[in-house]
């Protein structure tokens, strides 16, 4: 814990590297470079994590459908992200790639701590999912949308596999106390308690290799991979170094988390249920935010594919006015 530390911390969601950058991302960076300037002013020091969601079932379909390997098909997307930063003006001080080195090896090791924790179990996954949102939906879950994917308007695909899960369901209550007290705006956190008002239900968080390849192999079990979820979320600590360097408590918890309205449900009910089985604080605030607008979603989960120059002029992100119209929203007491 920080105590009264001059130091805070804020996270952007990652975005799916199966796409070029859309307007939905520029988006989160706004949000959190705006606060992050309002805090440098009143004299903190803000560390900021950005990075690239590289690994999962859609981006090994892309890859292989334009006779590629994964790697290289993320790799050659990879620095269109980072020039929409620069074309931004926003300069993060850590950046995370999901299938760097150090990364894969550090969500290894936050496995490794979950399972000796004994919060890791084998078993049964007989359900639905949608390889768009990289999401497990349960029968009652997919019967409500008509087993078609309310995103992107594809059929879910019934599956029957052996996974390991994650006990979420031990952390039901802390769950519920974080979700009522912890995301802006109130009324998205309400959606969330509806969901988990019986409890919330453990999670598969692995998938057979011979369902998925690309991704982060579980350890002492190469049949198995890693659920990309678990694999993104772990990005806000491996970007401090965890569980390694020894100064990540001068950082951790987060401040603010920003997010896609989308991606809320993984924000609320997994991270929370991986950082309680770690031993580690919850974030302070989950900010969570629209889509810019309804067209049709063609990234893991947002947004208007928009060239990175196109976003930058229309919008207008390089005015300072600009941000001072968003940095406003940064300036109410929920937040810090």
């Known amino acids: 814990m920080r105590g009264m530390s001059k130091q ?12 070029r950058p859309h ?3 520029v ?21 900021f ?6 690994h999962g079932t859609k981006i090994e379909n892309k890859a292989t459908a334009e006779g590629t390997s994964p790697q290289e098909f993320v790799d ?45 179990y084998k078993g049964t996954y007989e359900g639905w999912y949608c390889a768009g949102c990289e999401s497990f939906l349960t029968e009652t879950e997919a019967k409500a949308v008509n087993y078609e994917c309310a995103d992107h308007k594809t059929a879910l695909e019934k599956v029957a596999e052996d996974n390991y ?11 519920k106390r974080f979700v009522s007290q912890n995301i802006v705006p109130v009324w998205r956190g309400k959606e969330i308690l509806e969901m988990v008002k019986n409890g919330a239900q453990d999670v598969s968080i692995s998938r057979p290799v011979e369902k998925l390849q690309w991704g982060i192999a579980v350890p002492n079990d190469p049949s198995q991979v890693m659920y990309v979820w678990v694999d993104a979320l772990s990005n806000y600590l491996t970007a401090l170094g965890y569980p390694d360097a020894e100064n990540y408590t001068d950082w951790w918890p987060a401040q603010v988390e920003v997010i896609g309205k989308d991606i809320l449900r993984f924000h609320a009910v997994i991270w929370p249920a991986i950082l309680l089985g770690l031993g580690l604080e919850l974030p302070k605030k989950l900010l969570v935010h629209i889509f810019s607008n309804k067209s049709t979603i063609t990234g893991r989960n947002g947004g208007v594919t928009t060239t990175t120059t196109t976003t930058t002029t ?9 941000r001072a119209k968003i940095s406003k929203i940064w300036q109410r007491p929920f937040i810090i």
């Open 8 to 19: 805070l911390y804020i996270t952007t969601a990652i975005p799916y590297a199966n796409a």
């Open 23 to 25: 307007i939905g991302h």
């Open 27 to 47: 988006l989160v960076y706004l949000l959190a470079d705006a606060w992050r300037r309002h805090q440098e002013s009143l004299g903190f020091t803000v560390r």
């Open 49 to 54: 994590s950005a990075g690239l969601d590289e």
């Open 76 to 120: 050659k997307l990879a620095p269109e992200f980072k020039q929409m930063l620069e074309k931004l003006n926003v300069a993060p001080t850590d950046y995370v790639r999901t299938s760097d080195a150090a990364h894969v090896g550090r969500v290894q090791e936050i496995w490794a701590k979950l399972d000796a924790a004994g919060l890791i």
């Open 165 to 175: 899960y994650l006990k979420v369901s031990q952390f039901s209550e802390e769950i």
């Open 314 to 322: 229309t919008t207008g992100v390089r005015s300072g006015a600009s």
